[in-house]
Structure formats: structure tokens, C-alpha cells
């Protein structure tokens, strides 16, 4: 349970450090907590922007996958054994 807890904040952690890097993301932080925004670029960062999106987006269905397979070996493993 300790792992699976830590696996899933690792996920998290990793998110909110994507998320940083989003200029679009720090800029609406910014309005937020200093009333100001900083600079006025808008097509820097897309990338950062996608990769977040699709890390959000993909990020629990990779979680799954690597859990189930993890459980399938150690099912696999135990019936070798038993």
C-alpha cells in the first residue's frame, strides 16, 4: 500500500513540476496571486503546454497499464512457485 501511495505521488509531483514549466500555466499564476502578468508572448512555451496536457490526459491510463502488468507477473511468478 506504502508503494502504491508513493507511486501515485510521484505521478502527482511530476504533474504540478510539468505544470511549472507552462509558461501559460505561470503567467495565470502570476494574475493570481500578484495581479500582473509578465510579458506578453503568446505561442511561447506550446510545447511545454502539449506535454502537460498530454501527461495529464495519459498519465493514469500508463499508471494502470503498469500496475496490472506488474500484478500479472507477480500472479505469474506465484503460480510458478505454488
Known amino acids: 500500500m506504502m508503494l502504491l501511495l508513493m507511486v501515485v505521488f510521484?505521478?502527482?509531483s511530476a504533474a504540478?513540476?510539468?505544470?511549472?514549466q507552462v509558461p501559460a500555466i505561470r503567467e495565470e499564476?502570476?494574475?493570481l496571486f500578484y495581479g500582473e502578468a509578465?510579458?506578453?508572448e503568446?505561442?511561447?512555451g506550446r510545447a511545454a503546454h502539449?506535454?502537460?496536457i498530454l501527461f495529464t490526459f495519459t498519465s493514469p491510463l500508463l499508471l494502470a497499464g503498469l500496475?496490472?502488468?506488474a500484478l500479472?507477473?507477480?500472479k505469474h511468478f506465484h503460480r510458478e512457485t505454488a
Open 10 to 12: 510521484a505521478f502527482i
Open 16 to 20: 504540478f513540476f510539468y505544470a511549472s
Open 29 to 31: 499564476l502570476s494574475v
Open 38 to 40: 509578465k510579458g506578453g
Open 42 to 44: 503568446e505561442d511561447v
Open 50 to 52: 502539449r506535454a502537460f
Open 67 to 69: 500496475l496490472s502488468t
Open 72 to 74: 500479472s507477473i507477480m
